[in-house]
T-cell receptor
Framework: EPEVTQTPSHQVTQMGQEVILRCVPISNHLYFYWYRQILGQKVEFLVSFYNNEISEKSEIFDDQFSVERPDGSNFTLKIRSTKLEDSAMYFC??????????FGSGTQLSVL | KNEVEQSPQNLTAQEGEFITINCSYS?????LHWLQQHPGGGIVSLFMLSSGKKKHGRLIATINIQEKHSSLHITASHPRDSAVYIC???????????FGPGTSLSVIP
C-alpha cells in the first residue's frame, strides 16, 4: 500500500529555534493535512491544504506556523521561534478525494 | 462540549473476548472514521463509514446516522489488538477530521 513519509522521525530543538517538518504525501493525493498530538491528549487539527493553498486552519495555527509545497511533492510545516508547548507528535496526512486518510508515522518534536 | 465522545476511555479484555467501543458525535457529518494508533504513535485508518456497517477481518464498524452513534467491534480479541482506537468525524468530504479522545485497549493473554 502507498505510504505517506515524514522526516525526521525525531527532532530536538532549543526554544526559540525554527524547525521544518517534512512530509511526502502519496503522489496522486490532492488534500493534505497537518495534525499534532501533545503527549496524553487527543489529536488536534492544525491546517489543511488543497490546490497549493491553505483551505482551513485552526486557532492553533497562528503566525508562528507556515506550510509550503516547495517542489510540488514535498509538503512542509515550519514552526518559527519554537516554544516549550510546541513539543508534540506532528502528523501529516493526505487523501485522494477527501475520503480515506493516510497518515505518516509522525515527527516527535521536543523543544528544550 | 467535545464534538466527538468515546466510551470507554480505557478497556482491558482477556484474549478471545468480544470488544465494543462506542462513539457519539454532536455535529452533522458526511463520514466517520475509525483509526488505530499503536504504542509507537503511528495512526492507521481502519474504516470510513457514512452509513450502515463495514467488516474487515475480525473488525466490524457500524453507524447510526439518526442517533449520531457508531460502534467498533472486535471479535476474538488478541493481544496484538492492543492499541488506542480513535473515532473521528468529517462534516464534509474535504473537511478536516475532528478526532475523539480515543479508547485505550489492552488485551491480556
Amino acid at each position: 500500500e502507498p505510504e505517506v513519509t515524514q522526516t525526521p522521525s525525531h527532532q530536538v530543538t532549543q526554544m526559540g529555534q525554527e524547525v521544518i517538518l517534512r512530509c511526502v504525501p502519496i503522489s496522486n493525493h490532492l488534500y493534505f493535512y497537518w495534525y499534532r498530538q501533545i503527549l496524553g491528549q487527543k489529536v488536534e487539527f492544525l491546517v489543511s491544504f488543497y490546490n497549493n493553498e491553505i483551505s482551513e486552519k485552526s486557532e492553533i495555527f497562528d503566525d508562528q506556523f507556515s506550510v509550503e509545497r516547495p517542489d510540488g511533492s514535498n509538503f512542509t510545516l515550519k514552526i518559527r521561534s519554537t516554544k516549550l508547548e510546541d513539543s508534540a507528535m506532528y502528523f501529516c496526512a493526505s487523501s485522494a478525494t477527501g475520503g480515506k486518510l493516510f497518515f505518516g508515522s509522525g515527527t516527535q518534536l521536543s523543544v528544550l | 462540549k467535545n464534538e466527538v465522545e468515546q466510551s470507554p476511555q480505557n478497556l482491558t479484555a482477556q484474549e478471545g473476548e468480544f470488544i465494543t467501543i462506542n462513539c457519539s458525535y454532536s455535529v452533522g457529518i458526511s463520514a466517520l472514521h475509525w483509526l488505530q494508533q499503536h504504542p509507537g504513535g503511528g495512526i492507521v485508518s481502519l474504516f470510513m463509514l457514512s452509513s450502515g456497517k463495514k467488516k474487515h477481518g475480525r473488525l466490524i464498524a457500524t453507524i447510526n446516522i439518526q442517533e449520531k452513534h457508531s460502534s467498533l467491534h472486535i471479535t476474538a480479541s488478541h493481544p496484538r489488538d492492543s492499541a488506542v482506537y480513535i473515532c473521528a468525524v468529517q462534516k464534509t468530504s474535504y473537511d478536516k477530521v475532528i478526532f475523539g479522545p480515543g479508547t485505550s485497549l489492552s488485551v491480556i493473554p
